[in-house]
């Protein structure tokens, strides 16, 4: 679980401190304070050792391409598109903090030299020995921890896409997962519920799905064309696609699948209230929180409303003074600031109806 | 206008069984500069009656339902959305009950938990810095050369019938005491003797706060004076002209 956060460089971030989280953590603030940026921040902390670990996170905000230049692929994630700044993320995680280091790489060298696949029908490799590793562009990224981790890799961004080029890695970090906004891949969704009903935990996702529908009876992955689609059973003599009974709980059975998969880690979520009807969502906590005791999987989400902070009080009184805790981000000038409320905190500003979004 | 409190009603339809502090629909925002904290519903709606009797509307007033939960709601509002840039003043008053000192050490020690400034006594101010902090009791105490402590006790109630001239409680006052001698014992002997007045003028029913908006009381009373007096300067520190200031 993450207990704290010290962000540097990141994106709109100077230097953002977020002291405390807890097993459910709930970030507000007004528009572009930086709320999904802290969360996309604290996945690429976790998804280091993915090519993709800057590209997804356009990708997630609606930008399906970009150019194969540094300034595109790269430049986004530092402050200020600065790339001559180093990006440090620093996160306490059960009593061990790690710390991120992002460089920017301009004249990075491979320490190997891939060999080229041969012409058709030639089932030799061809090693072009007579020419030096050609120098490339990369982010450098290390990792450091107080138990001793030292790890280092490279993102590198070759005229073909991009790739990882791992020098150490004793990497064991806990599983992660980041849903935006919008709709999940429907594909990726049923892929892992698959995972959760080889385990033997599908029944935990369906009792969290009946709480927007008490029709349901099961839940399954359906093959369907090249990828599947999971199907619910509510009762009308046929299964149909979960897509199809509601956006809702299309996406309360999306956050439920992830955490399920995120045994011991992280989920995070943005604009979690989105497609939820409000008179179900303190009902829709409980389940989650239920979820997370279950699967031991912290949640990171996003809100604009009011009410949905109000049911996580609601829903979440059960959980103990440990189990919620709410950060406002703040803009104060050129700098973003957090504001953390404690459950106690939490629970005065809400039966006061005090603004604290 | 902060529309999420709506204010007392004129109306005789505002009547006892009407809330005094009517549902919240939408989370309260720091939109004015002086922020005025008092314990509870009555003195809420006192309050908003005075101010807009008077025509003040650079206070925001808020019940903080008690003093116990003063604190928690001190440390929230430090930290709400616009605190550090629209309020400047924070004013916080409560009945004196039996011991006016007690009463103001309940509230200094809120402010210290919070590092807020205290204020020496009450209607003095503290705070050099952009935010200034007041503590108000009432009935107003005193405090004699020779005592130490504030001496006082009271209720609201009983400042707002201090506003009226004796000779307006007497049927009042006969009638409590007509009660008493029956054998009953007023647990609230300043509530008792408030409602009575009013049930014998044409605020027959009303709740303090909505009594007060109708004009049941002499507002430019010398009891009330000091306070409306400082709830002025208040608004003067915060860069706000009280009504009825020349420009």
């Known amino acids: 679980m993450i207990e704290s956060v010290d962000i540097q460089g990141f994106k709109c971030f100077r230097r953002l401190e977020v002291p405390a989280m807890t097993p459910i953590t709930v970030v507000g603030g007004r528009n572009a304070v930086g709320k999904s940026a802290l969360l996309e921040c604290l996945f690429m902390f976790f998804d280091r050792a993915s090519p993709n670990t800057t590209t997804g996170q356009y990708a997630r905000r609606g930008v399906n ?16 598109y600065d790339l001559s700044q180093t990006l440090k993320v620093s996160v306490r995680l059960r009593g061990v903090v790690e710390e991120m280091t992002v460089a920017f790489s301009p004249a990075y060298r491979a320490a190997t030299v891939s060999a080229r696949p041969a012409a058709t029908g030639n089932g030799d490799m061809l090693l072009p020995t007579d020419a030096p590793p050609k120098s490339a562009v990369a982010l450098d990224i290390s990792y450091s921890s ?3 981790r030292d790890d280092k890799a490279h993102l590198v961004l070759r005229s073909d896409g991009l790739a990882i080029a791992v020098d150490r890695v004793t990497s064991d970090l806990p ?15 049923a892929m892992l519920y698959g995972n959760l009903d080889i385990a033997g935990k599908q029944d935990s996702v369906l009792d969290i799905a009946k709480v927007l529908e008490p029709r349901m009876r099961s839940l399954t ?5 090249d990828g599947a689609l999971m199907h619910a059973d509510v009762g009308i003599g046929r299964k149909i696609p979960v897509a199809y009974v509601s956006e809702g709980l299309s996406r309360l059975l999306t956050i439920a699948v992830y955490m399920g998969n995120c045994s011991g880690g992280v989920v995070f979520v943005d604009e979690i209230e989105n497609g939820i009807h ?13 979820a997370a005791r279950e699967f031991d999987c912290q949640i990171v989400a996003t809100t604009h409303s009011y009410e949905c902070l109000q049911a996580a009080a609601d829903g979440l009184a059960d959980e103990g003074r440990d189990g919620l805790s709410y950060i406002r981000l703040d803009r104060n000038d050129d700098e973003i600031v957090a504001r953390t409320y404690d459950r106690t905190l939490l629970d005065a500003a809400l039966s006061n109806g005090l603004e604290l979004r | 206008m902060n529309s999420d409190r709506l204010g007392p009603s004129d109306s005789p339809d505002a009547r006892m069984d009407s809330p005094e502090e009517p549902r919240r629909h939408r989370p309260e925002e720091l939109v004015r500069p002086v922020r005025f904290l008092v314990e509870g519903a009555t003195a809420h709606g006192f309050w908003t009656g005075v101010s807009r009797r008077l025509g003040f509307d650079h206070w925001q007033i808020h019940d903080f339902r008690g003093v116990d939960q003063l604190g928690a709601y001190l440390r ?30 309940s509230v200094w020690e809120a402010l210290r938990k919070c590092d807020l400034p205290c204020p020496a006594g009450p209607f003095e101010w503290a705070g050099d810095g952009p935010l200034r902090v007041c503590v108000l009791i009432w009935p107003q105490p005193v405090r004699p ?3 130490k402590v504030w001496q006082g006790s009271g209720m609201l109630e009983d400042m707002c019938l201090a506003t009226l001239p004796d000779s307006a409680l007497h049927c009042a006052d006969a009638f409590l005491e007509c009660v008493e001698s029956s054998g009953r014992r007023l647990k609230r002997r300043a509530k008792s003797r408030l409602q009575t ?22 507002l430019e009373s010398p009891v009330l004076s000091p306070y409306t007096a400082l709830l002025s300067r208040a608004s003067s520190l915060a860069g706000v002209k009280p009504p009825g200031t020349p420009d």
């Open chain 2, 76 to 105: 929230v509002l430090l930290q709400a959305p616009g605190f550090d840039t629209v309020v400047r003043s924070v004013v916080v008053g409560r009945d004196a009950e039996k011991d006016a000192h007690a009463a103001l050490q």
């Open chain 2, 145 to 147: 050369n020779v005592a």
């Open chain 2, 197 to 218: 007045y009013l049930a014998g003028t044409e605020h027959a029913g009303l709740r303090l706060g909505d009594a007060t908006a109708a004009g049941a009381w002499n």
């Open chain 1, 278 to 290: 409000h008179s179900v969502l303190a009902n829709v906590w409980k389940a989650l929180g239920r």
């Open chain 1, 175 to 189: 599983p992660a997962a980041m849903l935006a906004a919008g709709p999940a891949d429907p594909n990726q969704v």
């Open chain 1, 221 to 225: 992955s359906v093959p369907m064309g």
């Open chain 1, 146 to 148: 107080t138990s001793g």
């Open chain 1, 65 to 80: 391409s970009v150019p194969l230049t540094p300034d595109a692929v790269f430049a986004p994630v530092f402050r200020n």
